[in-house]
Every structure is written in C-alpha cells, then in structure tokens.
C-alpha cells in the first residue's frame, strides 16, 4: 500500500467529453506526477506539480491540464477526449520540489479511461 | 533526445533459474534509475531502485547494477518464482520526470 489513493478506477467517455481524475497524495508528500500508460507501453510523463504550481510538462497537448491543492492533492483533466486518450492514467507523489532529485514516488492504483 | 531502452521484450525462464533485463539510458544527467514490477491490470509497484553514486544494490533475489560510463544497467533475479512472472520496467530520472523503457515481460514456467 503506498498511500496514493485516485478515483475514480474505471470510467468509460464518449470522444470530444471531458473527464477530471482525481489523487490524494501519501502524506507529507508535496510533488505530484502524472503519467498517461497505454496498454503494452511503459507509463509517460504529463506533468508534474509542486507546491499547486506545474513544474515540468511532457509532451501532451494543452487539453492535458491538472490542479494541486493546498493539501496537496490533485486533479488531471482532460478536454475533447480522443479515442487514444484511452489508458491507465497513474498518479504518483514523492517528497521533492522543483527540480527531481532522486526522491522515491508512489504510484497509485491507477485510473482506466476507455474513450469510446 | 530523451529515452531509455529495454532488452529483451520478453523472457521466459525456467522455475529456479536467474533472469537478467537490461536497460540503456541517453541521458548522462540522469541520477536515479527505479525498476517497476506490474501485474495484469494493476499499478506499477517498485521493486528496487538505485542511485548514481552507488554500482549496485541488493535486495534478497533482487539485485541492480549500474554502469554510468557505459549508461547502461541492469536487473537480476535469481531463484526465480512463477509469482516472479509480470511485465518490467525500468526507468531513468530526467529532471522532474522518469523516463521508463518498454518493459520487459517475463515468463517463468514451474
């Protein structure tokens, strides 16, 4: 148990909806991760937030968004879903700050989308 | 650019046999090189992890090394389980992100 918790687990959409998944950070964590895993690849980098500011993005479009809380929780967004937004989206939080050095992250139990 | 590769795809081994996953990283600023272990339909859950300043590290069967000259490293399981079998990943620190390689699916027969 790592003590990353998201919902919800499973969800189906429609193309062009609008989907928020959410995370809670393993306590005392203030660095959020999101990662996007498509069936049969390794898990990719969305973006990262720290202290609720985005500091570091991978190579998604814009309507890839999140949010990080004061209690440093988070949420992932997603707009004008698209057939290959379907995957597992993992959250995963670690004790860090601007710049990834090192620390350990947790991966939560993960979020299927399945766009249809 | 970014990118960590993964060798072999897949593996199958025979119940109490070693298996050997090999990954070379591109970026020489890289510091911090985790192995994840995923199950059908679950997370990826770290099973060893291992920092620049260290060769290699040993957990019970688990075992990483880590070559930074060569940017290469590797995981070893020895003794291995069915309950061993899963798809693994490594992954290499690139600033604020991991970049993991492909996976590797790994096969143990009893």
């Known amino acids: 148990e790592t003590g990353v918790t998201q919902s919800p687990t499973h969800l189906i959409k429609t193309r062009g909806q609008q989907v928020t998944l959410r995370c809670s950070s393993q306590s005392g964590h203030n660095t959020v991760s999101w990662y996007q895993q498509a069936l049969g690849q390794g898990p990719q980098f969305i973006f990262q937030y720290y202290r609720e500011e985005e500091n570091g993005r991978g190579n998604f479009p814009p309507r890839f968004s999140g949010l990080q809380f004061p209690n440093y929780s988070s949420e992932l967004n997603v707009n004008a879903l698209e057939l290959d937004d379907s995957a597992l989206y993992l959250c995963?939080?670690?004790?860090?700050?601007?710049?990834?050095?090192?620390?350990?992250?947790?991966f939560g139990e993960g979020s299927w989308l399945t766009v249809v | 650019g970014e990118n960590v590769e993964q060798h072999p795809s897949t593996l199958s081994v025979q119940e109490g046999d070693s298996a050997v996953i090999k990954c070379t990283y591109s970026d020489s600023a890289s510091n911090y090189f985790p192995w994840y272990k995923q199950e059908l339909g679950k997370r990826p859950q770290l099973i060893i992890d291992i920092r620049s300043n260290v060769g290699e590290k040993k957990d019970q069967r688990i075992a990483v090394t880590l070559n930074k000259t060569a940017k290469h490293f590797s995981l070893h399981i020895t003794e291995t389980q069915p309950e061993d079998s899963a798809v693994y990943f490594c992954a290499a620190s690139i600033g604020y992100k991991l970049i993991f390689g492909s996976g590797t699916r790994l096969l143990v027969r009893p």
């Open positions: 995963a939080s670690s004790l860090g700050g601007t710049a990834f050095s090192g620390n350990t992250i947790y």
